[in-house]
């Protein structure tokens, strides 16, 4: 039966049934925090450096609270578990709790497209969710406080989703080593992409994706009298299903490719990416 995902059992975590249980439940998580993040407009100002004085730190507003939130989350060693990858891991404390021993899920590799998804949902993403009276740029400084921490939840939970194409990776070079290894030494990265994209499943979570915005993003008791009208959703269901066929679907993919690629690499030896 599939399950949530045991980071302490290999079988369990490189379970393709059990990653793909993990992945529709992440779906929820990223939903809900997006439904909580649209409520406030855009407020560019907050993902602008320099734009909010900070003492000590150049860089926006959003990332000062991100990267604060991080240094909290290292320091009870959220960052020592491998389905869980940091905005700024080159600035980050060791934790104070006894380390984890986790088993030998994922070959030691480089791969971070943390940087690239805080772009994509900063200039496309946000743009798109937002309602159309704030997405061109709305202002309301008394909510930049709580729109930065709604948006470090969005880009934490969008992060573990797309860094679990590693574990996808793993597992189906698992099932056939030897066609994913030719295919990794030749730099195949058509063959590659060929091999890990399946677009029924694509369709369907797109499809499960509308389905879910939809029942999230409307009342129940408006639903039930008039049936949830646009006006009446909380979330642009279209903006949804966008955010994961432009962004997190390629984005995924691409962290697969790139994790596979690095897969033969002698341990100590990963390239950078």
């Not at 390629?250 to 390239?271: H, S, W």
Request: glycine letters at 6%.
């Amino acid at each position: 039966m599939d399950g949530a995902i045991d980071l302490l059992d290999a079988n369990s975590a490189l379970d393709l049934n059990n990653i793909r249980f993990q992945l529709i439940r992440l779906e929820d998580t990223i939903i809900f925090h997006l439904i909580e993040r649209v409520q406030f407009p855009l407020n560019p100002t907050i993902y602008q450096p320099g734009n909010i004085h900070i003492p000590n730190h150049t860089g926006s507003f959003l990332d000062w609270i991100l990267h604060q939130q991080e240094i909290v989350h290292a320091r009870v060693r959220r960052y020592q578990a491998p389905d869980e990858y940091a905005f700024f891991p080159d600035e980050l404390p060791e934790p104070f709790l006894t380390p984890l021993t986790y088993p030998v899920l994922l070959h030691p590799n480089t791969v971070n497209l943390n940087q690239k998804l805080k772009h994509s949902y900063i200039h496309h993403i946000l743009p798109a969710a937002c309602s159309p009276s704030t997405a061109d740029g709305g202002e309301t400084n008394e909510n930049y406080g709580s729109t930065a921490v709604s948006d470090v939840a969005c880009l934490q939970a969008l992060s573990r989703r797309i860094h679990f194409g590693k574990f996808v990776a793993e597992a189906k070079f698992r099932e056939d080593p030897e066609h994913f290894s030719r295919m990794i030494r030749e730099r195949d990265l058509d063959g590659l992409e060929k091999a890990i994209t399946n677009e029924a499943v694509e369709r369907q979570v797109l499809k499960r994706l509308e389905l879910k915005a939809r029942t999230y993003g409307t009342d129940p008791m408006e639903g039930t009298k008039s049936g949830g009208t646009t006006s009446q959703m909380k979330i642009n269901v279209d903006a949804v299903v966008g955010m994961y066929r432009d962004h997190v679907i390629p984005q995924t993919k691409e962290i697969e490719i790139e994790y596979l690629l690095q897969r033969l690499d002698p341990v100590g030896e990963t390239n950078n990416v």
